[in-house]
């Protein structure tokens, strides 16, 4: 039999369990045999793990093909109590599998890269032991990933929710005693789990009620009661909407929790690129595609998200333009395009929302490897000159500080050509992806929400801007540090899965061109709502024109006379407080701090010092538990077991003593004596005997 | 002799009380000895009271081949009990039975 | 009073008079002489109670070889004098009430049930208590008791040597 009539017949279907099951096998296999099959093994089982599940997914492709309505794998029971029935099943329709080819082909192209990034990155900060548990979390973060997208229920999508933000801890505080002060790293990585917990409260609440309202947590239940009833309890939906709503603003980094993402990059780049600009962060975009049932009800929800996408869009976009580190930009970047997504799921536009999160994947993810290659580079550079002393810059020499750069276009050509495809896909210019999925957006909200346009269209400009001001400072013109000027390009296992998303970038946009639909009719199958939007050439006409208005402006700026080694930033005489601004990141993580940190860690403290230990501890366990117990022992052992027992038993013998002493006396000595006691004794027996 | 047989045994009550007697209140060891052996004479004479009693039975002349033995022991008794007194004078230079308390606890 | 009553009461007041100076005599020696002569007495009762053969070895054991050989001790002692007191004097009066006692209790017991052991009227024949018949008896009903009373008095005089033998320094 064929493959495809397999995959008619139903069956490949079956396989779709694999696609969790092969990273958890091969992150165990790591953990058990990691550390001392060396390098080489580590790298290929993480990779082949992944490989093989992106294989599986394409198997569910193309099942899907022959049966896209999709089907349910039932795998095992998990709770079950009275009205409560949640299974560990895999939901496997077109969405799903959008999400899980994405995912698994963009992971194992991140996996073949970090072997070659982690290879040199743990010489450079001089600990090669970390290298079996860099990718134990990689597989360990796709086995999650995998684990939300297929769930079937709201319950199980949480697991991998909570797996993902797991992972993310665990990789952005990767090096966990490096950062500021030392403990930097690790206080990302905490910044971000504490946000994602405030979402992730958001999606409980959500959760709690879905099930007080329906009695079920899975999809197909939920989505049936909200075709039927959901008009009729409509406060309920829109509550529950909404609390969803506030789990996506903390997983996909939306105005007001988007907080964590730039700390984040103070992880490995494969893991900035993976984690925080291709997957997890569009977690919360799919949910809410997912849950497209609900938000049709609920409108005002689906308002609010378009809105919050929107202005997260907008805000991220203007602090972009004044970073002047290389990862940050890309940071704010992700945060604005994703602000993109959600207006888009905002506004009922569930197709064009999938198409940007699939093509952003690619150009962002190729973005962030190819910094993560600059960035590299630069380091061979800095260690040329200097020798090889690793671990010592870092204070004086900021490889990832575009300032530091330049001129770099002759010195890394791969980077610089893959980088520049990057940079114009996600600006949105014909015929790269970008374009095609932006603009899909962008034409939905000019019909449905004219500010919601406005706010993202000025968005667009400002991405266009800001990659052009990265390109112009890190690429052209002179190198402004030494380093920069040794820099050299990277081995291939690192530039050639560049190249491969670099070409993704380029033909992703033939997923859905208009007139040929082709991702609207496949998610049609999954997503009762959607429609085909026709090709709007004005809104197109303008988004390119701003694209190439931006770019002209930044070769202004930056282009014409390129910076050197002190020069200022121009913008900063232009715009002047609105660049401090921009620089600062409006200040928002300060705002946080006075708002809410602050008291927060003084009841903290005041709890773990006051509280728990000088009153609990010292206090209470010592003075009076501690107490009790001294004094009572005391007294058992001393006053009790001295003074009655032991008086007892010496009583005993004393008493013993006394009557042998007495009874001793009758032993006279005397026989005439004995001989009276045994007369006495004839007389009354004989008496009694007589008498009686 | 036609005298009833409780007059004798009357007589030999009281022969066996002066025996008692005897044994308390003498200190000297061999004077408490020749009590001893009144007594056992004074159940003699109980013995042979009763045996002629019971006379002609067959059984009546039991009584007096148990005297024969009581005399017997007796004197069994007596060798062996003089002996005694003679070591024990040996060892303490006395027969007086008040000196005679080393066994006082 | 009949004779025999008369009789009877003469040897009892001789056996009661002597038992009582031989318990209150001062001399050990008179004391066994009184002993003596109340054995005598009451082998002269046996006689009277038909108990010949015993009455004959009463004065022969008893009287003859024992009293003989509490004189040898006495004398071999040399201690004639004995007086009365001592320590616990209070056992005295104590030890003449209890006797007095025990005096009483006989009596009590002779006047309830005396009656059935009064008659003593029954006639024997005179073959009853003599040699012969006891003789009999003693070698066919008794004949293990004799025997062993054999074996008690080997026991006795092996028993009497080695009392009295001294220890090896000091020679035999």
Known sequence: MSLLETASAGGLFLYAPLIIALPILGLLVNILFGRRLGERFVSLVASSAVGFAFLVAVLQFLALQGHPEGTTIHVADWITITTLNVPWALKIDTLSATMMLMVTGVSTLIHIYAIGYMHEDVRFQGDPGRYPRFFIFFNLFVAAMMILVSADNYLMMFVGWEGVGLCSYLLIGFWYEKGKDGIGNAIAGKKAFITNRIGDFGFLIAMFLIFGAVGSLQFEQVFHWAETNGMANAGIVTAITLFMLLGATGKSAQLPLYVWLPDAMAGPTPVSALIHAATMVTAGIYMIARSAPLFAVAETSAHVAALIGAATALFAATIAVGQFDIKRVLAYSTISQLGFMMAAVGIGAYVAGMFHLVTHAFFKALLFLSSGSVIQGIEHGHHDLEGHNAGEHGEEFDPQDMRNMGGLRSRMPITFWVYLIGALALSGLPPLAGFFSKDEILADASMENLAVYVMLAAAAFLTAFYMGRQILMVFFGKSRSEAAAHARENPPVMTIPLMILAGLAVVGGGLNLPGLHSLTTWLEHTIAHVHATDFNVQVALTSVALALLAIAAAWLLYGRKTLTKGDRDPLRGILGPIFIGMENKWWVDELYEVLFIRTYVHLAHFLAETLDWRFWHDWFHDRVLGAFYRNGTRWLAGSFDLGVIDAFANGLGTITGMAAAGLRKLQTGFVRTYALAVFVGVVLVLAYFIFV | ?105 | MTTDLALFLGIAAISILTAVSMLLSRDTIYSALFLVLNFLAVATLYLLLNAAFIAMVQVTVYAGAIMVLFLFVIMLLGTSHDTLGGPYRWQLPVAIILGLGLITELAVTLMARGESISNNAASVSEAFGSPASVGKLLFSEYLVPFEVTSVLLLVAMVGAVILTRRGKQEGL
């Open chain 2, 1 to 105: 002799m036609n005298v009833p047989t409780s007059y004798i045994i009357a007589l030999s009550g009281v022969l066996f009380s002066l025996g008692i007697l005897g044994v308390l209140i003498r200190r000297n060891t061999i004077v408490i000895f020749m009590s001893i052996e009144l007594m056992l004479n004074s159940a003699n004479l109980a013995f042979i009271a009763f045996a002629r009693m019971m006379a002609p039975a067959a059984e009546a002349l039991r009584g007096q081949v148990i005297v024969f033995f009581i005399i017997a022991v007796a004197a069994a008794e007596v060798a062996v009990g003089l002996a005694l007194i003679v070591a024990i004078f040996r060892n303490k230079e006395t027969v007086n039975i008040d000196e005679v308390n080393s066994l006082q606890g």
